[in-house]
């Protein structure tokens, strides 16, 4: 049956926020990180603003009625998964906006308030009456809220620039959370800091329910265009929420995005502060036709892919001159090598978000072990008992690799792992095929032609296809809207590649 475009789970997202006409922030920001997002974004505007670059020279209240019957038409008909507010300028909106809210549980669920008090220009874009009606009405009913640090400083009543550093930022987080919001983000843009590889932006995400601080470090990027940031981000994270994800996972999602868009901001908009890139996302294409494998690939350093599969230790397999002891030196240290990597795809699996991901990386550790015994098979054939095997020190170029693929385990998300030991999956694969379907490969009396034959054969080139597979949908999500995150899977694919050359190395050494 076709599934029409109606039927589709779509997710929404609702902001309710002033109307920017110089387009970088409120209504308009909230709609274009929503729709780079893949998120449908609704609005109700509560103000509007005459803005360029240079300021804010006008605001124009919507009347609070109008506010109401906005927010009822949304929430009556097309409804929504998360919300987020930005610039509600007088204390009557502020609180027929939550009497409204409070009508519809469900879309409530989800509110990301982004507590709009100043411009990046340095307009003042709140009346000071509303202050304490966001925190006795709206505050309460918040799911996470993201204030910067000079509004940290409104919101708790505390003189401009009380806080000074990170630990400042701890505890005016958890202030503010005690005001009734599940979750605050204190925002360190205003307060960046040195550290030893250079200037940092700090995040700190306050957790009510547990007390647990987070920190999100990200680099300063030195640009006067940063308008609409704070909009950007709390809409950002209002589509994550919206498509599922917990709030964690949603800040992550949305740091990542703003830092990009900073990064990438449109520096020929406007004569002052300009906006960032809401579409940096969009116009960006990493693939650029390619598929995400193929496009790691092409992201290595000239002849680096050639250097692993065209190998000395390759070709001497390939014609079959390569000494005997070496291959020997070289199966032994593979078998306990592929120990290593059987622990490292079952801890892909354990990372995998569902049982079906979950079950294509134990196929791969169930690969893994039937290679382990053909490797044992050539050693018996050589008469090497797998005993002689297991007591065999593992070199040192085996330990620098086992070790880079766990520790990206242990300390990265299930893509960097998947990425590590992408080049050993697939590389090999390659090389199967390669030398398999090579006329120049000598086949008759070449000791190691069995070898070759393993990593060609079907079940060895499914398990590439698996891998590749899985990494080409956690790509989709964790890597297509991110120059930054692509960089760094990136860097990762060319260490653990360069480190399968030292391996093949060590093979011609034996040591």
């Known amino acids: 049956m076709t599934t029409t475009v109606s039927e ?94 409070k009508k519809y549980p469900e879309a409530a669920r989800h509110i990301v308030v982004d507590p709009v008090m100043v411009a990046t220009s340095g307009s003042r874009l709140l009346a000071a009456d509303a202050t304490q009606a966001y925190i006795s009405e709206l505050l309460p009913i918040t799911y996470l809220l993201t204030p910067n640090v000079p509004e940290a400083e409104v919101l708790l009543g505390q003189q401009k620039n009380s806080i000074q550093s990170v630990q400042d930022m701890h505890a005016a987080a958890r202030k503010l ?17 040195e550290r030893e590889n250079g200037k940092k932006v700090v995040d700190v995400l306050y957790e009510s329910s547990t007390g647990v601080i987070k920190e999100f470090v990200n680099p300063y990027v030195d640009t006067k265009n940063t308008h609409g940031t ?18 964690f996972r ?69 014609d079959g001159t390569l000494p005997k002891e070496n291959f020997i030196f070289y199966i032994k240290q593979d078998y306990l090598y592929l120990q290593h990597y059987a622990r490292a795809a079952a801890l892909a699996a354990y990372k995998s978000a569902d049982i079906e991901m979950c079950a294509r990386n134990a196929k791969i550790v169930i690969h893994i072990h039937q290679e382990m015994q053909l490797h044992l ?18 070199s040192v170029f085996n330990v620098a690799y086992t070790r880079y693929v766990l520790d990206k385990g242990a300390t990265g998300d299930q893509l960097d792992l998947q990425v590590a030991m992408a080049p050993c999956l697939i590389g090999y694969g390659e090389i ?14 070449n000791p190691y032609w069995t070898w070759i034959e393993n990593y060609a ?29 692509f960089r760094e899977v990136c860097n990762i694919f060319e260490a653990a590649t360069k480190l399968e050359i030292e391996f093949w190395e060590m093979g011609l050494q034996m040591r």
């Not at 050693?379 to 593992?394: D, N, Y």
């Open 177 to 193: 959370g005690e005001m009734g919001p599940k979750y605050v983000l204190l925002k360190g843009g205003h307060l960046p800091v």
């Open 230 to 247: 704070g909009c950007t981000l709390s809409s950002a994270i209002a589509a994550e929420l919206a498509k599922g994800k917990d709030a």
């Open 432 to 445: 199967g095929m390669k030398l398999y379907n090579d006329p120049n490969t000598k086949r008759e009396g």
């Open 377 to 394: 098979k050539y050693c018996e054939k050589w008469g090497i008992s797998k005993e002689e095997v297991l007591a065999t020190p593992e």
């Open 457 to 485: 054969e079907g079940d060895y080139q499914e398990a590439v296809r698996t891998g590749r597979n899985i990494m080409e949908e956690l790509a989709q999500h964790n890597v297509s809207t991110s120059p930054t995150r």
């Open 8 to 101: 589709k789970s779509i997710p929404r997202a609702l902001t309710i926020a002033g109307s920017d006409s110089g387009g970088g922030a409120g209504i308009q920001a909230d709609l274009k990180t929503f729709t780079s997002l893949h998120v449908y974004g609704t609005s109700v505007v509560a103000a509007l603003t005459s803005q360029n670059t240079l300021g804010v020279d006008a605001i124009h209240d919507v009347p609070v009625e109008f506010v109401q019957k906005q927010l009822e038409a949304v929430l009556s008909d097309i409804g929504t998964d998360a919300v987020k507010t930005g610039m509600l300028s007088s204390a009557a909106i502020i609180t027929a906006v939550v009497q409204t809210l």
């Open 250 to 318: 949603a800040v992550v999602a949305g740091t990542t995005y703003i830092q990009d868009a900073i990064q990438d901001s449109l520096g020929c908009i406007g004569k002052g502060s300009g906006p960032i890139n809401h579409f940096h996302n969009v116009r960006w294409m990493p693939y650029e036709g390619k598929s995400f494998v193929e496009a790691l690939k092409s992201s290595l350093p000239t002849g680096v892919w050639d250097q692993f599969i065209d190998h000395p230790f390759v070709r001497g397999m390939a």
